[in-house]
C-alpha cells in the first residue's frame, strides 16, 4: 500500500541553520504531496504542496521538490527561527483523490537561540 | 470566516463515562476525519465521512463510533470512556474536488482518569 516515511527526530538546530527533513514516498501512480506543521498545543496546519513531477512548493521560507525519480520531497529551510520549532508531517494522498491523506510519522525540530 | 472547530479542547473525565467530542466546519466540504494522535506524535486515522449518512472505520481500531446526519457536524462518541483513551483527537475536512489536502481543527485532549 501506499507509504510515507521521513527522517526521525528529534532535530535540534540552532538559530538560522539550515534545515533538512527528509521524506520518501511508496505510492502507485502520481500521488499528490504535502507537508504539515503543527505547533503546540495546536492542529497541523498545511505548510505546502505540490500536485506534480518537478513542482516545488514553498511558503514562510520552506522549500520542498517532488522528485518522482527518488520518490522524494523533503522539506528545506536556508535559517530557521525558534518560531520554527514545531512537529512536521510529510504526506500524501494517491492519485485517485478519493482516499485519506497517508501522513508520515511526523519529525520534531527544535530551534534553539 | 470559514474554519474547523472542536468542543471541547480539553477535558478530563473518569473511567466508564459516556462522552462526545464535538467537530464542526463552516467550509462546506463533504469529507471530514477523526484521527488519534498519540503522545509520539504519530497520527492514527480513527474514522472518516465522506458525506451525510456515510462513515468508515480507519486504519486503527477504535472502540469509538461517529455519525454524520449533517454535512458540517461529525461528532464522535465513547460509550464507556477508559485510561487508554486518553489521547489528542484531531478532527479535519476536505472537498471533494481538488487535491483532498485536509484542514485540521485545533484538536481535543482527552484525560480519563
Known amino acids: 500500500g501506499d507509504s510515507v516515511t521521513q527522517m526521525e527526530g528529534p532535530v535540534t538546530l540552532s538559530e538560522e541553520a539550515f534545515l533538512t527533513i527528509n521524506c520518501t514516498y511508496t505510492?502507485?501512480?502520481?500521488?499528490?504531496l504535502f507537508w504539515y506543521v503543527q505547533y503546540p498545543g495546536e492542529g497541523l496546519q498545511l505548510l505546502l504542496k505540490?500536485?506534480?513531477?518537478?513542482d516545488k512548493g514553498s511558503n514562510k521560507g520552506f522549500e520542498a521538490t517532488y522528485r518522482k525519480e527518488t520518490t522524494s520531497f523533503h522539506l528545506e529551510k536556508g535559517s530557521v527561527q525558534v518560531s520554527d520549532s514545531a512537529v512536521y508531517f510529510c504526506a500524501l494522498v494517491p492519485n485517485s483523490g478519493n482516499t485519506p491523506l497517508v501522513f508520515g510519522k511526523g519529525t520534531r525540530l527544535s530551534v534553539i537561540a | 470566516e470559514a474554519d474547523i472547530y472542536q468542543t471541547p479542547r480539553y477535558l478530563v473525565i473518569g473511567t466508564g463515562k459516556k462522552i462526545t467530542l464535538e467537530c464542526s466546519q463552516t467550509m462546506g466540504h463533504d469529507k471530514m476525519y477523526w484521527y488519534q494522535q498519540d503522545p509520539g506524535m504519530e497520527l492514527h486515522l480513527i474514522h472518516y465521512?465522506?458525506?451525510?449518512?456515510?462513515?468508515e472505520k480507519g486504519d486503527l481500531s477504535s472502540e469509538s463510533t461517529v455519525s454524520r446526519i449533517r454535512t458540517e457536524h461529525f461528532p464522535l462518541t465513547l460509550e464507556s470512556a477508559r485510561p487508554s483513551h486518553t489521547s489528542q483527537y484531531l478532527c479535519?475536512?476536505?472537498?471533494?474536488?481538488?487535491?483532498?489536502?485536509?484542514?485540521f481543527g485545533p484538536g481535543t485532549r482527552l484525560t480519563v482518569l
Open positions: 505510492a502507485t501512480g502520481y500521488p499528490s
Open positions: 479535519a475536512s476536505s472537498p471533494t474536488s481538488g487535491y483532498n489536502e485536509q484542514f
Open positions: 505540490a500536485t506534480k513531477a518537478d
Open positions: 465521512s465522506y458525506g451525510v449518512n456515510s462513515t
